[in-house]
């Protein structure tokens, strides 16, 4: 046992690197096969171990692999012998029948060989006329042999055949990948016996027979990621399995590679053949929408990749059974908005939240997680909190809060990341004010009194991107410096702790300075100075009435005058608009005719968009609104009439119009005008009680650009998003088609804003 826990972590020893940029964060938590093991690179070429040079045959991208094989190992005697081979990109279309091969000594190739690749040949499924691999040689070179009437040696149609009735016994890892492999067949790896890592990422595979793994006993790492089938239509394959309990011979098995892999929910049921050994299991980007309650009761997992995956974690307890034994858990981009299916798991150190939709950190699961050292919450929807959060969490080091919504830092968020080793913050718009500065000066305090600071992790968590990641953060990361500070610039910071910036550069570091409106550095920001925390301003106010009087008389005289002579243009445009809007009224009362139920609509639709935008809206959506759906459109640059004022035009137009379509853009939020048409329409929509309204996004808004109007009609009226494949392009059309119809064939009411 003690061996394979040391082949297993030999996986996943870090690999710290030097100085530099700070490595990207990971999308899914397992490695590639080259990421975990040392003895070939990613073309397939051999990488022996210290002192094994004289035991390799790298016969890698060799078109006549077979003969050269023969002709390498009649050099091989006494002390030498073949412990690596590698027949990488030979285009093989089968594994070839070369273990009986002999060197000089007698010994078969298959009872010399510990480590072999395969990686990059393309194997075909049956068999094929002319490629049968039935001539080899015997070890001298000097006579041709016949396997073909070989008892041992049958031609098999499975592309496996050079494996059928070979025994390996000293072979401990194999390399199957991107071999266009799409079946493994019954007892396919019986005679590995001792066979510790088996790598079958990159394949085509949609069939595990029931005993495909039958024999791998002191398996401890199977990689089956990235393994992608499609029939001949081009829609994917499910995997299947003539038995869910496909893994139930692995009885040594400590790590399973599931990740990229497409699986539904009827794949789910092979999970439960995982027995306790196992310790390390990545689900990471297969296309799960659901865990099924209880599905790990039978296992003992330590890590657990979740990743990339919508919605697996939003029933009520999908990781029921691992409270007490799973140390880390990576859930990117699962659209998780709540942390409470955390609650009670009180060994968990590492949690890895990162590009999910939460807005508040539950306290009561926090206050469970007492053993959690690394907490990720970058690209959430978290705000400023105003009372103790992850203070309540002893144990940890590392938080990371990145592209948040955190816009102000308030002296108890200060007090609350005190204990904290290393915080990163980047990311959030944030607004001036000294407790930012505070939080700085800390950081460069703390820089100074303190040395580098290492996560612990167990040994259970000597995986890659667990333990070097985050160390890499730590040790490439540049320091907070105050080089022209001294000592005395420290003494008024009210508060004392450990905290260092993780993610820190002045760049990234700014907040708005709200009377100004400008950004600048928060290493620019005033000072609360040590004065301004004890001052008791109600002692203040009583001990100074008469100053507090006049400074209060004097803005009120001063001030209207002065808010006159700022706003002078924009009062003089709200009498304008007040003057168009009575006019307007007027206007509107002729075309209208009395009824609730007889408005009459000039226009189906009214379009607001940005000039940026007008092509896309010509050549696109103007000929398939008016040619196919006979919708008639009302443009701003064609139906606006001359003479009247563009509010007036905005306003007239859109009262006169059935429905009102917003063509939403980044260069749209740009627009003065296309802001207020926008504004308009919410405000269309609140008087009138209509629900006439179609929003089309020809690209990505993220939630950070988005004004609170546009954000508000997001959240409660469906949209329609321009596709960026042509082949969806119809679907999009026909969408639009169906909504613009619905709403022209609405029964009509009386919905003018005048």
């Known amino acids: 046992m003690i061996f394979k826990v040391f082949i297993f972590f030999s996986y996943f020893l870090p690999c710290l690197c030097g100085h530099g940029h700070p490595p990207k964060p990971p999308k899914c938590l397992s490695g590639y096969m080259t990421d975990v093991q040392n003895w070939v690179d990613e073309n397939g070429r051999l990488i022996p171990k210290p002192g094994d040079s004289d035991n390799v045959i790298d016969l890698s991208t060799t078109t006549n692999p077979v003969q050269v094989l023969n002709e390498k190992m009649n050099l091989f005697r006494r002390r030498r012998t073949v412990r690596y081979l590698s027949l990488a990109k030979c285009q093989l279309t089968r594994v070839p029948p070369i273990f009986q091969l002999r060197d000089n000594e007698m010994r078969p190739l298959a009872m010399m060989l510990e480590y072999m690749t395969l990686f990059g040949n393309n194997f075909l ?49 194999l390399d199957l990948r991107s071999c266009s492999i799409q079946t493994l067949e019954k007892n396919l790896f019986r005679g590995m016996p001792n066979l510790t890592a088996l790598y079958i990422g990159e394949n085509e595979i949609h069939f595990i027979s029931s005993s495909a793994f039958y024999g791998l006993r002191n398996l401890v790492h199977l990689d089956f990621s990235r393994n992608e089938a499609f029939d001949e239509n081009g829609n994917p394959k499910n995997l299947a399995t003539d038995d869910y309990l496909v ?178 913050l980047s990311g959030n718009f944030m607004v001036c004010n000294c407790h930012a500065k505070d939080l700085y000066k800390m950081a460069a305090k703390n820089e100074k009194n303190n040395t580098e600071d290492f996560i612990d992790l167990p040994e259970e968590l000597l995986h890659r991107n667990i333990y070097s990641y985050y160390n890499d953060l730590i040790q490439n990361r540049s320091k907070v410096g105050l080089e022209d500070c001294e000592e005395l610039c420290f003494d008024d910071i009210g508060h004392s702790g450990s905290f260092r910036l993780l993610d820190y550069y002045p760049e990234a570091y700014v907040c708005l300075q709200v009377p100004e409106s400008k950004t600048i550095f928060i290493s620019d920001v005033y000072s609360c100075g040590r004065l301004a925390r004890e001052i008791n301003y109600e002692q203040e106010l009583n001990g100074s009435r008469k100053k507090l009087l006049a400074l209060l008389i004097i803005p009120c005289v001063l001030l209207p005058v002065a808010l006159i002579f700022v706003f002078r243009r924009r009062i003089k445009y709200f009498f304008i608009t007040m003057r168009n809007s009575a006019m307007l009224s007027l206007i509107n009362k002729k075309d209208a005719v009395d009824g609730k139920n007889n408005t009459i609509f000039n226009y189906d639709v009214f379009v607001s968009y940005c000039n940026e935008d007008r092509g896309w809206v010509l050549d696109h959506l103007l000929p398939h609104m008016e040619a196919e759906c006979s919708i008639s459109a009302c443009l701003h640059e064609r139906d606006f009439l001359v003479g009247l004022s563009i509010l007036e035009n905005i306003v007239s137009c859109m009262d006169r119009s059935r429905s009102i379509m917003l063509i939403l853009s980044q260069r749209f939020l740009l627009s003065q005008w296309c802001q207020f048409e926008m504004h308009l329409a919410q405000h269309r929509l609140l008087e009138t009680r209509r629900e006439d309204l179609t929003l089309i996004l020809l690209e990505d808004i993220p939630r950070r650009l988005r004004p609170n109007t546009l954000h508000y009609l997001m959240m409660t009226k469906t949209y329609i998003v321009w596709p960026k494949d042509e082949s969806e392009r119809p679907v999009f059309w026909k969408r639009l088609k169906k909504t613009l119809i619905a709403q022209k064939n609405k029964p009509t009411e009386n919905a003018s804003l005048a």
């Open 125 to 173: 499924g049956m068999s094929t006329a002319g490629e049968h691999y039935t001539l080899s040689f015997n070890a001298t070179g000097t006579t041709v042999m016949n396997l073909s009437n070989s008892p041992q040696r049958q031609v098999v149609s499975v592309w496996s055949s050079g494996f059928t009735a070979v025994n390996f016994p000293n072979l401990k890892e």
């Open 247 to 424: 893994f139930n011979y692995l009885e040594s098995l400590v790590s399973l590679d599931l990740s990229h892999t497409k699986l539904t929910l009827r794949n789910l049921g092979m999970l439960k053949s995982l027995g306790k050994s196992v310790r390390s299991l990545s689900l990471c980007d297969t296309g799960l929408t659901v865990l099924q309650d209880g599905i790990f009761n039978s296992t003992s997992l330590h890590v657990l990749d979740l990743s990339r995956n919508s919605g697996i974690l939003n029933n009520q307890r999908p990781l029921r059974g691992l409270e007490d034994t799973l140390l880390a858990l990576y859930a990117r981009e699962v659209n998780l908005q709540r942390i409470d299916q955390f609650q009670n798991f009180s060994n968990l150190l590492v949690l890895q939240l990162a590009g999910n939709e939460i807005n508040t950190v539950d306290l009561e699961t926090i206050r469970t997680l007492k053993a959690l050292k690394v907490l990720n919450l970058n690209k959430n929807r978290l705000n400023s909190w105003f009372e103790p959060t992850f203070s309540l969490l002893p144990n940890l080091h590392l938080l990371s809060l990145q592209d948040n919504n955190i816009n102000v830092i308030t002296e108890q968020m200060i007090a609350d990341l005190i204990n904290v080793n290393y915080l990163a």
